[in-house]
């Protein structure tokens, strides 16, 4: 499957952005989808995912109750909907695909099969 995930741009604190990450060439309701994000000189570090059926969701700590994923099988896209932002938000964000299953640890960014290319959120103060 490929990934592309758009959405990202310059935004004041506090403010929100929509990211989205659309699928191609696959069965996109067969596949967890997961978000991450690379803040500039840090890790590539977790910070949201939904089952292949949307009924379960994870967030990292630090974006729990401002982030929200969420995905529509019949558009084949996954979104972020990020609220609240803050200046340590800003990183490029990637979207990635692993078929049926969530990696365990969640933090694992290793059991992700399928990436798409990042996109940067900038949130300024």
């Known amino acids: 499957v490929q990934l592309q995930a758009c959405g990202g741009g310059l935004v004041q604190t506090g403010g929100s952005l929509r990211l989205s990450c659309a699928a191609a060439g696959g069965t996109f309701s067969r596949y967890t989808v997961g978000w991450s994000r690379q803040a500039p000189g840090k890790e590539r570090e977790f910070v949201a995912a939904?089952?292949?059926?949307?009924?379960?969701?994870y967030y990292a700590d630090s974006v729990k109750d401002r982030f929200t994923v969420s995905r529509d099988n019949a558009e084949n896209t996954a979104y972020l909907q990020m609220n609240s932002l803050k200046a340590e938000d800003t990183a490029v964000y990637y979207c990635?695909?692993?078929?049926?299953?969530?990696?365990?640890?969640?933090?694992?960014?290793?059991?992700?099969?399928?990436w798409g290319q990042g996109t940067l959120v900038t949130v300024s103060s």
């Open positions: 939904i089952t292949n059926s949307g009924g379960s969701t």
């Open positions: 990635a695909a692993k078929y049926l299953r969530i990696p365990r640890p969640i933090e694992n960014l290793k059991g992700w099969d399928y």
